[in-house]
């Protein structure tokens, strides 16, 4: 029986790769913040032949948090643990900045949770001798979005966060893996300002993610146009790419109202 955690299971990405990994000899554990949604997640996943648990479990809540992560590694570590649960909020419609308290708050469920599972279930797959880690970063990890300062900054800090892990845990046979997608449609996709180029429908996203994580590959990224020129924006001195995203769309004039 293989053994799969995915947190953010009720949003897009989440409920499309529970219904890739639903199927015969897979265990799910699925964590969501939507009752309803989830419960009805679980039946469809049970449909096609997956064994399924649910977790509603605080995940900004140490001592919650801790406890649900000890009731997985019981008897022994999962196999797969997609950390997926995030939020985004952006500089507002009149570009005026972020709420500091929803920044907080997406700094948390963005990067910290991310950082105490894997910090808590890295030490024990190390000493099982197998798992898998899966973090999801985002395109935007490159080079920070005008318009999204603190989602930006919570998934550069994921990628860094990830491949520091992935080079500790390798020699142990624990594989990391850091998932950098571009556009995929969700709500929180759709809420976000700017353009949206290149946009995915979560399924395809859900199966390229599951081919990468299957690989064991350091980086799960796409679509490729989109990495690319990301990639760049990286790799170009600051002022240049602070430039182009202003002559894409990116910049204060663009922003909307903070959302989860």
Known sequence: MTRIVITGATGAIGQALAAVYARPGNQLILHGRQRDVLERLA??????????????????????????????CTPTVPDI??????MNINIGENGSGEPWEDASRLLEINLRVPMAMGNYLGKRMRAAGHGQLVLMSSLAAYHGLPVTPS????????????EALRGWLAPYGVGVSVVMPGYVSSKMCHEMPGPKPFLWQPERAAKVIARGIERNR?????????????????VLPAAISQRLL????????????AHR
């Open 43 to 72: 039946d469809t996943c049970r449909h096609t032949g997956a064994e399924v648990e649910l977790s509603q479990a605080e995940l900004g809540d140490d001592d919650a948090l801790f406890a649900w992560l000890d009731s997985l």
């Open 81 to 86: 643990v997609i950390i997926n649960a995030g």
């Open 151 to 162: 989602y930006s900054a919570s998934k550069a800090g994921v990628k860094a966060y990830g």
């Open 218 to 234: 350091a980086r799960i990224s796409f679509p490729f146009p989109l990495n690319f020129g990301c990639w760049w924006l990286a």
């Open 246 to 257: 202003t002559l894409f769309g990116y910049d204060h004039d663009h922003g909307g109202g």
